[in-house]
């Protein structure tokens, strides 16, 4: 016998989700495990009940079976997955990331867009930087060991030979240690928005294709609403894909809806050649039909907090209706025991949007992706915050 709703509703609520990663050469299993012990964990905090089961299919993805105020949810959680390109683009050694430091450094303060991303937000600049900085002391570090070893070569002949070897041992001892350093990790990640000044490459271009073939096939499943949630470099993919529907004519039913966490918009928008992506910031944000929240935290270094990326990025206009800029307040929304052991862990912290908290605000992931009511509903009387920053910074505002 069916449950029904306080309001009287019968049936379950049905919803397809489609996630976006970010930069993440990870496979998407991850994603599905993070879901499933967060999402029990959350339940299990505010008192809902949230189960997930494998999701038959040619794409990645699980079901999620929630009761959630008194109705029935029903949710199919798909991945985008583009993993494979981020791994296609980690595959150079050590002198190629060398290389790739000097071309992504000469990118960012050529154009002037470093200068500007500093003064809009010092966090995730810091993020930026540290590949940078860890790179050139890991380099002179290695050439310290090799003229140590040339001072201390017993013949003559070899000293520089033996200095060379040193060198690359200790770079290469470097690079072993990146699982906790991460300084490859996101030297490749800045590179990767660098490498055609903010322009997509054509394999992510071919990708977007795809992505949006799939958001056109959840439209027509007959679920009553279509969620884009994009975390990180995920967000302004999210952003370009839908765009990309727009123009094309989104046909008539469910709600769509887009959901942007810990986004880093500007690291890509303040480019020269993201005429592209800039153009589909306007196109989204003046879109009556698609309901666009973004949620940040200032506690996310990795993230332009509270940044409009539309506004922050030149080209908000008029009649700009989107996104719903909302924190999620991480030193508020988490217990002091629980901020306390999270926040010297960045990473961590940046993967928070889609993890429990144990003092929930009006923020919940799991509400928004497996409960009963749509994205533009559930935030329809939802102030922006008001520390929201809303000034243009970007040196380029032209738009394709």
Not at 275 to 283: K, N, V
């Amino acid at each position: 016998m069916k449950r029904t709703a306080k309001g009287g509703e019968k049936g379950a609520y049905r919803r397809h989700v489609l996630y976006i990663p970010g930069y993440d050469p990870f496979p998407p299993r991850r994603y599905r495990e993070l879901y499933r012990s967060e999402g029990a964990a959350q339940a299990a905090i505010s008192g809902y009940d949230l189960t997930l089961k494998s999701r038959p299919g040619e794409t990645y993805g699980w079901h999620v079976q929630a009761h959630i105020d008194g109705r029935d949810i029903e949710a199919e959680v798909e991945v985008l997955v583009w993993s494979d390109l981020v791994k296609g683009s980690m595959t150079r050694g050590i002198a190629g990331t060398y290389l790739l430091l000097a071309r992504t450094a000469w990118v960012y303060i050529s154009s002037g867009a470093l200068f500007r991303l500093v003064r809009l937000r010092k966090g995730p600049m810091i993020a930026a930087l540290y590949p940078a900085v860890l790179l050139l002391l890991q380099g002179l570090v290695a050439l310290g060991a090799g003229a140590l070893a040339i001072w201390l070569a017993p013949w003559a002949g070899i000293d520089w030979a033996l200095g060379a070897a040193v060198v690359w041992a200790v770079l290469a001892g470097f690079r072993r240690l990146d699982r906790r350093l991460y300084v490859y990790y996101l030297m490749h990640d800045f590179a990767f928005t660098a490498l055609r000044g903010g322009a997509y490459p054509d394999a992510l271009e071919e990708r977007l294709a795809a992505f949006r073939a799939r958001v056109r096939a959840a439209l027509a499943s007959g679920v009553q609403e279509v969620l884009v949630v994009g975390h990180s470099s995920g967000v302004h993919i999210g952003v370009s894909m839908l765009a990309d529907l727009i123009r094309e004519g989104l046909p008539a039913g469910p709600s769509l809806s887009f959901l942007s966490l810990g986004q880093a918009v500007p690291m890509a928008s303040f480019l020269p050649g993201a005429q592209r992506l800039r153009a589909d910031l306007r196109c989204l944000s003046e879109c009556a039909e698609v309901a666009w929240v973004d949620v940040t935290a200032p506690s996310d270094g990795c993230s332009f907090a509270l940044c409009d990326p539309v506004a922050v990025s030149g080209v908000a206009t008029a009649a700009q209706r989107w996104p719903l800029v909302i924190s999620a307040s991480f030193t508020q929304t988490l217990s002091p025991e629980r901020w306390r052991a999270l926040k010297r862990r960045f990473f961590r912290l940046h993967f928070q949007y889609m993890c429990a908290f144990d003092r929930p605000g009006d923020y919940d992931y799991f509400q928004i992706t497996a409960g009963p009511m749509s994205l533009r509903k559930r935030y329809r009387r939802r102030n922006p915050s008001a520390s929201r920053i809303t000034r243009s910074y970007s040196p380029y505002r032209d738009a394709a």
